[in-house]
C-alpha cells in the first residue's frame, strides 16, 4: 500500500470546520482514498471513500486534489464527540490473494475544544 | 443491533495461559479480520479470513492460531500467553475483497497478561 503523511495532531474549536490534511505524494491510479476515525476506547469507524472525485456523505466531506497527491477530509461543524484519531489510508482497487485490508499509520489527534 | 461483536471486552490472564478471544458479524459479511493495536494505539492486521479460508497471515507468531467455523465468526486462540501479547484486539468485516468495500469493526477486546 503507497504511504500517506498525516499531521500528529489538531485542534479544533466546537461547532467550526474542521479541514484535516493528508499527503500521498505516491498514490497509484487505481488507490481508493479512505478516512477512518477511532473514538476513544471504541474500534475505527468508517467516514467516508472516494477515488476522483470529492464525496460528501452525512458524516464529513472528502475534497480530493487535481492530481490526488493530497486530500482532506472536511468536518463541517466539529462537536466535542468528533475528538479522535483520523486515519488516512490508501487501499488498491485491484487486489490480489492478500485480500483488502486496511493499512493504518498513525493517524491525526483531532482535540476539540469548548 | 450489534454489527460485529466481540467477547470478552476484558481478559485479564497469567503469562503461560492459553485464551480464546470470539467475534461474530451479522452483516452477511463473507471477510473478516482481527488487527491488534499495542500500547502505542498502532493498529496491525493480524489475520484475514474470506469465506472461511485463510488469505491473510501477517507473520504473527504460531501461538496466535484464527479459526473461522463459518462465514460469520472468527475467533482468535492464543496458546502461551506472554507479556507483549497484551493489548486490544479488534475483529472487522467487509463483503468481497474490492478495494471500495468498508470495514466494520468491533468494539475490541482488551487482553492483558499478567
Known amino acids: 500500500d503507497a504511504k500517506t503523511t498525516q499531521p500528529n495532531s489538531m485542534e479544533s474549536n466546537e461547532e467550526e470546520p474542521v479541514h484535516l490534511p493528508c499527503n500521498h505524494s505516491?498514490?497509484?491510479?487505481?488507490?481508493?482514498i479512505h478516512w477512518y476515525r477511532q473514538l476513544p476506547s471504541q474500534g475505527p469507524e468508517y467516514v467516508i471513500h472516494?477515488?476522483?472525485s470529492n464525496v460528501n456523505n452525512r458524516m464529513a466531506s472528502l475534497a480530493i486534489a487535481e492530481d490526488r497527491k493530497s486530500s482532506t477530509l472536511i468536518l463541517h461543524r466539529a462537536t466535542l464527540r468528533d475528538a479522535a484519531v483520523y486515519y488516512c489510508?490508501?487501499?488498491?482497487?485491484?487486489?490480489?490473494?492478500?485480500?483488502?485490508?486496511?493499512?493504518f499509520g498513525t493517524g491525526t489527534q483531532l482535540k476539540v475544544e469548548l | 443491533d450489534t454489527a460485529v461483536s466481540q467477547t470478552p471486552k476484558y481478559l485479564v490472564t497469567q503469562m503461560g495461559n492459553d485464551k480464546s478471544i470470539k467475534c461474530e458479524q451479522n452483516?452477511?459479511?463473507?471477510?473478516m479480520y482481527w488487527y491488534k493495536q499495542d500500547s502505542k494505539k498502532f493498529l496491525k492486521i493480524m489475520f484475514s479470513?474470506?469465506?472461511?479460508?485463510?488469505?491473510i497471515n501477517e507473520t504473527v507468531p504460531n501461538r496466535f492460531s484464527p479459526k473461522s467455523p463459518d462465514k460469520a465468526h472468527l475467533n482468535l486462540h492464543i496458546n502461551s500467553l506472554e507479556l507483549g501479547d497484551s493489548a486490544v484486539y479488534f475483529c472487522?468485516?467487509?463483503?468481497?475483497?474490492?478495494?471500495?468495500?468498508?470495514?466494520?469493526f468491533g468494539a475490541g477486546s482488551r487482553l492483558t497478561v499478567l
Open positions: 479470513y474470506n469465506n472461511k479460508e485463510l488469505i
Open positions: 452483516l452477511g459479511h463473507d471477510t
Open positions: 489510508i490508501l487501499r488498491d482497487i485491484i487486489l490480489t490473494g492478500g485480500g483488502n485490508k486496511l493499512t
Open positions: 472516494g477515488l476522483t
Open positions: 505516491t498514490i497509484s491510479g487505481t488507490d481508493y
Open positions: 472487522a468485516s467487509t463483503t468481497g475483497v474490492g478495494g471500495a468495500n468498508v470495514l466494520t
